[in-house]
């Protein structure tokens, strides 16, 4: 999601085709969000805390954490005024209740030291130029004791794909460059271990939270390898030609229709405490 004064990620109006981009960011929310949900309630998640959604998007995830904290409050803070829309389109009932959707940046909030329990930021912090600036940020909004998860990707462990599909590996590393190149960083999970022992956080874990077309249904996760749609920017800006797009999305398309084919996609949440005494 996009939080920082400058964001690798669309900005309202940029993306050829937003219906598309909304939906994804929907089905990748609700394909994680079990396992997520489970990790996050061993880590300490408890129903009456105050959670802060940090880059909440269009607020598929800040939806999610309201229902799973039934005595508690969420705070969905999103740079981008179209996407913060999105989620006030949606959540409009709930907000001014237990929950809070303001705009801003997660490299500096607008809000005040030690108001949460818990922070996320969930495929964020590869989006942004300054990410150590940003869990700086996040460690001031915690309170002491307060639990900061970072949910994000590394290209270089970001799943599997059998059989192969020939032209995506050089499909991805065009979005790699071209992501970089905006501000972002799609190898930034390696990092976030040191940055937040940089900021101040002990007590670092990191899980690995793998789903596959096995146990979803290979539809389920079948939006993510949308060669066309996911590099219609790129094609636009002239990084990748129309030509190498239809040619993978051919092969895509082939991978799709093979009942013996299996996706797997991971993610990893990286965990630190902040110190200063017990969380209450």
Same mark, same amino acid.
């Given at each position: 999601m996009t939080t920082a004064t400058r964001s690798s990620y669309y900005s309202s109006g940029e993306h050829p085709h937003p219906e598309y981009e909304l939906e994804r960011l929907r089905a990748q929310a609700l394909v994680f969000w079990p396992k997520e949900l489970r990790h996050l309630q061993q880590l300490g998640l408890r129903p009456d805390m105050d959670v802060l959604d940090a880059g909440c998007g269009p607020g598929f995830i800040t939806e999610a954490l309201l229902e799973s904290l039934p005595q508690g409050t969420v705070t969905? $803070?999103? =740079?981008?005024? !179209?996407?913060?829309? *999105? %989620?006030?389109?949606?959540?409009?009932?709930?907000?001014?209740?237990? $929950?809070? =959707?303001?705009? !801003?940046?997660?490299? *500096? %909030?607008?809000l005040p030291d030690a108001g949460f329990d818990l922070a996320l930021a969930r495929l964020v912090l590869q989006h942004i130029a300054e990410p150590a600036q940003a869990l700086t940020e996040l460690g001031r909004l915690l309170r002491p004791g307060g639990r900061l998860v970072v949910a994000d990707a590394d290209d270089a462990l970001w799943g599997s794909i059998h059989p192969g599909i020939p032209g995506l590996a050089d499909v991805m590393e065009l979005r790699r460059r071209h992501q970089s190149q905006r501000?972002?960083?799609r190898h930034v999970g390696r990092a976030v271990p040191a940055m937040m022992r940089a900021a101040g956080f002990t007590g670092i874990t990191v899980e690995a939270v793998a789903v596959t077309s096995d146990e979803l249904g290979m539809d389920a996760l079948a939006g993510q390898l949308d060669v066309r749609a996911r590099t219609a920017l790129m094609v636009k800006e002239g990084v990748i030609s129309e030509e190498q797009v239809e040619r993978t999305q051919e092969e895509v398309e082939q991978f799709l229709a093979d009942p013996a084919s299996s996706f797997m996609l991971l993610m990893f949440l990286y965990s630190g405490v902040k110190q200063g005494g017990e969380r209450r």
């Open positions: 969905g $803070l999103e =740079l981008d005024a !179209g996407l913060l829309a *999105e %989620a006030r389109g949606r959540l409009a009932p709930e907000e001014g209740g237990r $929950l809070k =959707l303001l705009q !801003g940046s997660i490299t *500096e %909030a607008p501000g972002g960083n």
